[in-house]
């Protein structure tokens, strides 16, 4: 079955990095877009990033842009989001989803917490 | 950027009545729309696809219309199971491809 597991959050002070990792399984990774989305502490969800199937298009939200990276490495299965200059306001539960045809996720991992606190 | 504005923020129905949920665009985004619900402490589950497809498992009460910039989730007969919060997402339909939702409306039992 398609499984979908994120980790690499925690606690971290503003200005520093952070790198998630999500890692794919059930399913041919190689051959599917992936998101990045997040979801602060009581607040709607937020489309952070897209790649595409073989890495050649990143998009991101204007919210991130010039400080996170998403990239892939297909050999591992494993998606990875770069976040760099975090701020307060990064502060939310992070999913990765598979993106399926054109729009539409049909598979969310359970979500890794980012707290940037000082 | 695309804006998208769902509506009502809430909406308390009775289980059996039938449910629709709005989402307009600032401007058009063909069919590129999606409906998900959310549940409280779990991910989000793909409802509709491409504004009116439904996704795999999803039963027929769900339905989804619209294209352009109005876009419309009903649910024709409400379970038990189906008050939480409903999201919609619109992809641009030219590079960079921007992929904003809507912000949400609660469905909760009257």
Known sequence: QVQLVESGGGVVQPGRSLRLSCAGSGFTFSGHGMHWVRQAPGKGLEWVALIWYDGSNQYYADSVKGRFTISRDNSKNTLYLQMNSLRAEDTAVYYCARLSGNIGSDYWGQGTLVIVSS | ?110
């Open chain 2, 1 to 110: 950027e695309i804006v998208l504005t769902q509506s009502p923020a809430t909406l308390s129905l009775s289980p059996g009545e039938r449910a629709t949920l709005s989402c307009r665009a600032s401007q058009s985004v063909s069919n590129y729309l999606a409906w998900y619900q959310q549940k409280p402490g779990q991910a989000p589950r793909l409802l509709i696809y491409d504004a009116s497809n439904r996704a795999t498992g999803i039963p027929a009460r769900f339905s989804g219309s619209g294209s352009g910039t109005d876009f419309t989730l009903t649910i024709s007969s409400l379970e038990p199971e189906d008050f939480a919060v409903y999201y919609c997402q619109q992809r641009s339909n030219w590079p960079p491809y921007m992929y904003t939702f809507g912000q949400g409306t609660k469905l909760e039992i009257k």
